[in-house]
């Protein structure tokens, strides 16, 4: 069993907990993990490092538990369900990955299935949360385990028919409440994804999310804040203690339901989830559940130093022995090779298990050259004794050393076995040339032997032939001509005379029968002798004769072996030709791979250039998207200012308008103003005159006014002056005083007419100043805000312009962008085909790599056989020459005796 501990610290963050690389520091205490996860952390991050690596290892029967356990409120069911969209939790995304996986496998035929299995653990008492009703499950030994019994499978098909599960499960966990229905009821709640190809168990893992943490039971604040009666803080207890006794090797399986019904997960595979808030409430019961994990995992790293330890010794000891191995037997051989098997196994099937993941590739590397050699001992023949600084050398824990000092040594010996193969292959074909020189020389001995018996025949035929001629033509003499009847006669005669010289040859021949009979008879007792001896010759002759067969046999199995060795000859140079093609072909293609590995390094160098270049031209552009926002946004405000400025030039123009008829009124008030003035002018010329004519008249009247006065004061300043004169005195005094007031009147209206006049000229006058000088301001004004307007208007249309030429680089840009990305595709895939063709070629490669090797061996063996039937053959042919000599001896024996 391996175990990997994870941490997550939930939001909000409180500053009590320090979370740096793998480690969470607080008050002094540091604690380990595998990795830790801040607040900030999201689910996806928490499923790609905990759970993820786990499902791609469930397709090869592998299973796993994954435990979330942590204090109240620390965010153990958020982790484990979460919400909606990107904040689905760690089931809602393991099930959709299985089911993506099964649907591929589906595609391709097999009956693959997910099924699903949700139940809970309250005080120790299993219920099966996917049928209501179902409570107290016990437990049942099955094929691959302990398991719950009677505990329902559910096949999935889709995601939504998962959530549909997992709903149902929650609504029959709700319904398990306490009196009081705020208070959450602590249970042990567990779901299980099985991977079954049709029937088989494939691979399995269940998620259980604790009930709070291993404290709780002891916290006063959950007990208080929970209602926990004893029988709750017992059963949380006794799980929690059983859960830490079987995480550390102590087989405390039945101690609980929790760890007996999660036994074949525990028992592969842990992965543990503390998940923490750093509310300062809960900072006691945090650094308890703290401390508890630190356990966990000490006493884990332990016992995996311990194995490490181990499993290196025993691979120490494998290599030592290989190295002292000259020879190999099978049982020797066996045990190794178990032993390497067992540790193989146990690194796959326990990955982490025996450390980090590149510790278990060491391992298993070094498995694999051992393996190796183990094998190259059982094959090859034994190493030469090395020297004691060859062996120190080996010593060394460098595996891949002794590899390649095996490799040439392995090469050198090939090369002395090939020049040795091809000496040996010299002298059989020289072996061989001179048996077929022999075997010539006896089929010509056997040729002539058979034309001798030939010409033997022949002349015996025409002996016959002439005799059957002889009583042919006496048969047929009557009707035959007299000459050709003389012709044969005298033929018979000269017949007849031979034949009588044979006669007397035979006479002769007889006679020296007769004294060779007499020889005869005195070499019959040396015939018999002889006869005897032939007999025995005879025996020797079939035994020579069954030789001569087996010669035959031999000498056919030799032309076999020779056609088949011409034939091996004639394929190994084909062969060999093909070899030296096909190495030509893969050194092409290698110089080609590294050619397009060039490539692709300056495809990647010219990637990461581009990328380089993009990266810039994206900043690039997202400066200019900037500047152009910025160039938008102060187009808009200048837009703004226009339209403003616009407006208030069409208000300028207006005001301008209305000033202009304004100013019309004026001049024409002005106009009539001045009309008025001339008029008033005149009236106050013509009131002038008539002043004047009427101070002229007042003069006159004045003076006769004196005139009379003087004399009314003379007429007056006597006693005697009648009241009639002093009644015009009187008269006159007021008359005069109502002129004085008169004409006092008339100055005033004189001075204020004129003043009046006056002010009103000047009113006028500096009105039409004031209209001229505002005209000429408005005038200013107007230009001065109508050569703005152009500015504005001017740096309007550059700015557009500008807008224009940033969106078509900006367009540009992006579609260089993507053509960039869709080279480095099109690049990527390239380099993944030659990759992929490389490794062919390096397969094929090793594939004739390793048939050149059998067929060296089986080459080798078949000289070895052939050598071997050439011995004998040779032998054969000396013994079988022995008994041609015997067997000429026999004849010339036998022609002696015969004559
Ligand atoms: N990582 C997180 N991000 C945001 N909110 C979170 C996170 N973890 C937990 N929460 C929120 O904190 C609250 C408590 O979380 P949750 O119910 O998962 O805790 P718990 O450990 O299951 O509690 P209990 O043991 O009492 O059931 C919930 O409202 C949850 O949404």
Redesign the pocket.
């Known amino acids: 069993m391996s175990l990997q501990v994870f941490c997550r610290m939930?939001?909000p963050s409180s500053g009590t907990f320090s979370l740096r690389n793998n480690t969470i520091t607080t008050k002094g205490n540091s604690f380990e993990f595998n990795s830790v996860f801040n607040e900030n952390s999201s689910q996806k991050e928490i499923f790609d490092y905990t759970t993820d690596p786990i499902i791609n290892n469930l397709f090869t029967n592998q299973s796993a538990c994954i435990l979330l356990f942590?204090p109240?409120?620390?965010?153990?069911?958020?982790t484990l369900r979460g919400g909606e969209g990107k904040n689905k939790g760690l089931i809602y995304r393991t099930a959709e990955k299985i089911l993506n996986i099964v649907d591929i496998q589906k595609n391709n035929g097999k009956a693959w299935e997910l099924r699903v299995s949700v139940f809970q653990i309250y005080q120790d008492i299993i219920s099966d949360l996917m049928v209501f009703g179902s409570r107290g499950l016990g437990m049942v030994e099955k094929e691959q385990g302990v398991a719950v019994d009677g505990l329902s499978e559910h096949v999935i098909g889709s995601i939504t028919d998962f959530r549909t599960h997992i709903h149902h499960a929650f609504q029959i966990r709700k319904t398990l409440v306490k009196p009081d229905p705020k208070l959450?009821v602590k249970s042990h709640f567990v779901v299980t994804f099985g991977v079954f190809d049709g029937i088989r168990l494939i691979g399995n893992v269940g998620f259980v999310e604790l009930a709070?943490s291993e404290n709780a039971s002891n916290d006063q604040s959950v007990i208080k804040a929970n209602c926990l009666s004893s029988d709750e803080k017992k059963s949380i207890a006794r799980s929690f203690n059983a859960l830490s006794a079987v995480i550390n090797h102590q087989p405390l399986w039945k101690e609980s339901s929790l760890t007996l019904s999660l036994k074949n997960l525990i028992e592969s595979k842990v992965v543990l989830i503390l998940?923490l808030s750093s509310i300062p409430s809960l900072f006691k019961h945090t650094l308890a559940s703290l401390k508890f994990t630190q356990r966990l995992r000490d006493n884990q790293s332990s016992r995996t130093q311990k194995v490490q330890l181990s499993l290196k010794e025993e691979l120490q000891m494998i290599r030592s022995d290989l190295k002292e191995a000259k020879f190999v037997t099978g049982d020797w051989a066996e045990t190794r090779e178990n032993a390497i098997e067992r540790i193989e196994e146990l690194i796959k099937n326990n990955p982490g298990f025996v450390g980090s993941p590149a510790e278990c590739d060491e391992f298993l590397m070094e498995c694999q050259i051992l393996r190796k050699q183990l094998q190259m001992l059982k094959t090859k023949p034994p190493l030469p004794i090395r020297s004691e600084s060859a062996r120190r050398r080996s010593a060394s824990p460098v595996c891949e050393d002794i590899g390649t000092e095996r490799d040439i040594f392995l090469n050198q010996k090939m090369l002395s076995l090939q020049t040795m193969n091809d000496s040996q292959i010299r002298k059989i074909e020289e072996m061989t040339g001179q048996i077929a020189s022999r075997d010539q020389e006896i089929i010509l001995l056997h040729n002539k032997i058979n034309d001798l018996e030939r010409t033997v025949y022949e002349k015996d035929r025409t002996v016959q032939k002439l005799e059957n001629k002889i009583v042919e033509t006496t048969s047929n003499l009557v009707p035959v001509e007299k000459e050709i009847i003389h012709e044969l006669k005298q033929k018979l005669k000269n017949k007849t005379s031979a034949l009588s010289d044979m006669e007397k040859q035979l006479i002769s021949r007889n006679n020296s029968y007769n004294e060779i009979k007499f020889k005869y008879d005195v070499e019959s007792s040396a015939k018999k002798k002889i006869e005897d001896e032939y007999s025995q010759m005879r025996k020797k002759n079939i035994d020579l004769s069954d030789l001569e067969k087996q010669l035959l046999t031999a000498n056919n199995n030799l032309s076999e072996l020779r056609f088949k060795y011409d034939v091996e000859v004639s394929s190994r140079k084909k062969y060999e030709e093909e070899c030296s093609q096909l190495r030509k072909k893969v050194e092409e293609l290698s110089q080609k791979a590294m050619a397009l590995e060039s490539k692709n390094m300056i495809i990647a160098q010219k990637l990461e250039t581009n990328d380089e270049e993009l990266n810039s031209a994206k900043q690039e552009i997202d400066s200019r998207k900037f500047k152009a926002h910025q160039l938008s946004a102060s187009i808009k405000e200048m837009e703004g200012t226009i339209n403003l400025s616009a407006e208030e030039v069409r208000r300028m123009k207006y005001e301008m308008s209305q000033l202009r008829s304004e100013n019309q009124m004026f001049r024409i008030e002005k106009d009539n103003l001045f009309q008025e003035n001339c008029e008033l002018r005149d009236e106050n010329n013509m009131v002038k005159d008539e002043l004047k004519s009427l101070s002229a008249q007042l003069e006159d009247t004045n003076q006769y006014i004196r005139e009379k006065e003087s004399a009314l004061q003379g007429l007056s300043s006597g006693d005697n002056c009648p009241p009639i004169v002093k009644k015009k005195n009187k008269k006159i005094k007021l008359l005069k005083e109502n002129i004085n007031v008169l004409q006092q009147q008339l100055k005033d209206c004189q001075t204020l007419a004129e003043e009046e006049i006056k002010r009103a000229l000047e009113e006028r006058d500096q009105a039409l100043n004031e209209i001229e000088e505002c005209k000429g301001t408005q005038i200013h004004e107007l230009s001065i805000v109508e050569s703005q307007v152009e500015i504005i208007e001017e740096q309007l249309m550059k700015l557009k312009d500008q807008n224009a030429k940033l969106t078509t680089r900006e367009n540009e840009l992006s579609r260089e962008l993507r053509n960039a990305e869709n080279g480095k595709e099109k690049y990527k895939d390239m380099v993944l085909e030659l990759k992929e063709e490389i490794k062919v070629l390096q397969d094929q490669l090793a594939e004739m790599d390793e048939f050149a090797k059998e067929y060296i061996d089986t080459h080798r063996k078949d000289i070895k056989d052939m050598k071997i039937t050439e011995e004998k053959a040779l032998v054969l042919k000396s013994r079988i020459r022995a008994m041609h000599d015997v067997k000429n001896m026999i004849q010339a024996h036998r022609v002696q005796l015969n004559n």
């Open positions: 939930r939001p942590g109240s409120e620390s965010g153990k069911t958020y959450k709070g998940t």
